[in-house]
């Protein structure tokens, strides 16, 4: 997540907990208590975060779709309309000796090279079974809801699918976020616009919504769940073709394992209930209720259209900050204004979520500074450094040598080197996390460290779950 996104949650929290919960309860325009999803204050922020995420992803979305046209288009269509490129297309992969550029060639040589076409998925085995899960899907569908969707609406909810979820992929790839909330939320409003209100019940409609939106965000989220797999399996050298396997294994697995988890679960806790609200379904359903015309609370769309405007032109800024730094990275300011996503997950959920991955996200900025001083430490002259001048220098327990500090045996008493190890790209690393060229990788430390504690805590719940479901009474 990162130390900006969860400061950027934190300011959401603010915002909406802080400011906007007790200003629509001392107004009146959230009456009921506080933790009530009906008239409370927490249903009521519910809609400003809904505009403020609405707002941001279509313009990020829109973008994505502008700037991919406007790089690629050309060259993309001068690709296609070749006719060796639908020659080859059809042909197993194994037998393809050469590549069709799409790319201009550049100078840059990638540090890896792709994997052997033996070891690719073929392009028949994608001709074959991409469609075969398309209309499986559409299948399953009609016979879970067929009462609910129609064959027609549940053909255009996995096409849908199907195009937005490249789009979460390649937003993905390019900022490690995977916009699924916004993906969902643009497949209700088209959903809203394909199955008006007026030729449905109001239940059926806002069901039908529920489920286009489902069916999209469960294909991006799949679909950049395995290409991050894909993506590691790329860095160590494994191949495509076994990874893809895999996945399709522990895909039928997991269709089977997570079902029964949620059953389970709904056992022996109350979901929604006081351990497990569930803010995410009621994003949903409330924005199912504003695309098909329901009425919101009072004031609320007043305030959410401010947040959207507000949040819209926010998200334009932070698109042009995208690549005004030095060599094309992001702008130094771009990180302390705040994304609408993140703002909105931290408005729409309690505040405990948000604070613990605020902290987080501070222990992360703390370490990052360490790493930065320490390397700074190693790369300034001895002569330079205060605690080498008034500490040890002062204290005779050596002399200082008239270089500028090169030999790193001739550490002061009491000031030990961190070990330094091999690592598999033959770099010597020191112990600290700082490698001799000067790269720090302090970071892997602390995803390792938060790898551990979000382990600890699956193992922990599910044993917790295993008890709870036994009747072991709690402690």
């Not at 007026?198 to 069916?215: D, E, P, Q």
Request: glycine share 10%.
């Amino acid at each position: 997540m990162g130390p900006s996104t969860s400061l950027h949650m934190l300011a959401g929290a603010i915002l909406g907990w802080g400011i906007l919960s007790p200003l629509a309860k001392h107004r009146g325009w959230a009456p009921g208590p506080v933790d009530s999803w009906e008239d409370g204050s927490k249903a009521w922020i519910v809609w400003v975060s809904l505009a403020i995420m609405l707002a941001d992803s279509i313009i990020n979305l829109g973008w994505l779709i502008l700037r991919s046209f406007t790089t690629y288009g050309s060259l993309l269509l001068h690709t296609i309309t070749r006719k060796d490129f639908w020659v080859g297309g059809f042909r197993p992969s194994r037998g393809r000796n050469s590549y069709t550029a799409i790319l201009p060639p550049h100078d840059k040589v990638s540090d890896k090279e792709d994997a052997p076409p033996s070891e690719l998925v073929s392009t028949s085995t994608v001709l074959i079974l991409l469609p075969l899960t398309l209309v499986l899907n559409v299948i399953c569908m009609h016979i879970s809801f067929g009462n609910l969707i129609t064959p027609a609406l549940a053909i255009l909810a996995t096409l849908l699918a199907l195009l937005l979820s490249v789009m979460g992929v390649r937003a993905l790839g390019e900022t490690d976020l995977n916009p699924v909330s916004g993906i969902s939320k643009l497949t209700q409003l088209i959903f809203a616009i394909a199955t008006p209100a007026s030729s449905h019940t109001r239940r059926t409609a806002v069901v039908t919504n529920l489920l286009a939106g489902a069916v999209s965000e469960a294909g991006a989220l799949q679909a950049g769940d395995m290409m991050q797999d894909l993506k590691t399996g790329h860095l160590l050298g494994a191949s495509p073709k076994a990874q893809f396997y895999g996945q399709l294994i522990g895909s039928l697995f997991g269709a089977v394992a997570s079902a029964a988890v949620y059953k389970l679960y709904i056992t022996v806790y109350d979901v929604p209930g006081p351990m497990f609200q569930v803010p995410t379904a009621y994003v949903w359903i409330f924005t199912a209720r504003l695309v098909t015309g329901q009425g919101l609370p009072e004031m609320a769309w007043q305030t959410a259209t401010i947040a959207g405007v507000v949040f819209a032109v926010i998200t334009v800024v932070r698109i042009m900050g995208a690549k005004r730094g030095k060599d094309g990275a992001s702008a130094p300011w771009r990180p302390w204004i705040p994304g609408g996503i993140a703002v909105a997950v931290g408005m729409y959920n309690v505040p405990s979520f948000t604070l613990a991955r605020a902290i987080g996200g501070v222990i992360v900025l703390w370490w990052g500074w360490v790493e930065r001083r320490q390397q700074e430490q190693e790369e300034q002259p001895r002569s330079q450094l205060w605690w080498w001048r008034w500490g040890w220098w002062s204290s005779g327990n050596g002399a200082v040598d008239d270089d500028d500090g090169d030999d790193t045996n001739a550490l002061p008493s009491g000031v030990q080197r961190s070990f330094a190890v091999k690592s598999n790209d033959g770099k010597q690393r020191d112990g600290a996390g700082i490698d001799r060229d000067g790269d720090p990788d302090g970071g892997s430390t602390v995803v390792i460290l938060a790898s551990g504690l979000i382990l600890g805590e699956g193992v922990v719940s599910i044993i917790n779950l295993a008890l709870a479901s036994a009747g072991v009474p709690h402690l």
